[in-house]
């Protein structure tokens, strides 16, 4: 694992990851446009992802399920390496309790994901019954992503501080 940690928290890979994340967060919303309303990933509850699932053309439903398959697949992992990366760069001096316990939402959040997409893709292919499982899902998707953000941005405003003290000594 300590292998992997340190190829994410090279520069050009959190640059790479940085990137895709915005690329692909900004095609969701042309996504939306095609499929006539939001993503089923956006909404917490099972209800309103079945209101939303009834909506839904045939063609649209194809699409929504392909989109998941590949883009919001993609999505997880390279929000991951962006928050693993930056967890592994800026805190190779702590503890490895300190260290797994602030990796852990980045890989809660990968998990719920994967396990959200599974769900969503088996309901846009006539499994609608699987979608009450995305009121467990979702929650910790969103859960995890909010605490692996909030990791990365103190992370990066602490090695920022440390920076400008370290050239003001200089």
């Not at 702590?94 to 990968?110: E, G, H, M, N, V």
């Amino acid at each position: 694992m300590s292998k992997l940690l340190n190829f994410l928290a090279r520069t050009p890979v959190l640059v790479f990851c940085f990137v895709v994340m915005i690329v692909i967060g900004y095609s969701f919303s042309r996504v939306q446009k095609t499929i006539g309303g939001p993503m089923l990933d956006t909404l917490l509850g099972a209800g309103a992802a079945r209101a939303r699932l009834a909506e839904m053309s045939a063609d649209g439903r194809s699409f929504h399920a392909l989109i998941t398959a590949t883009l919001d697949s993609l999505y997880p992992l390279v929000n991951f390496g962006f928050f693993a990366g930056i967890t592994a760069r800026f805190s190779r001096a702590w503890s490895s309790q300190w260290k797994t316990l602030i990796f852990a939402p980045a890989f809660i959040y990968l998990l719920a994901d994967f396990s959200e997409n599974i769900v969503q893709i088996l309901a846009l292919k006539g499994s609608e019954n699987l979608l009450s499982l995305k009121g467990v899902f979702t929650p910790i998707k969103f859960t995890g992503f909010i605490a692996a953000s909030l990791i990365a941005i103190a992370l990066l405003a602490f090695a920022l501080i440390r920076f400008v003290k370290n050239k003001k000594a200089a």
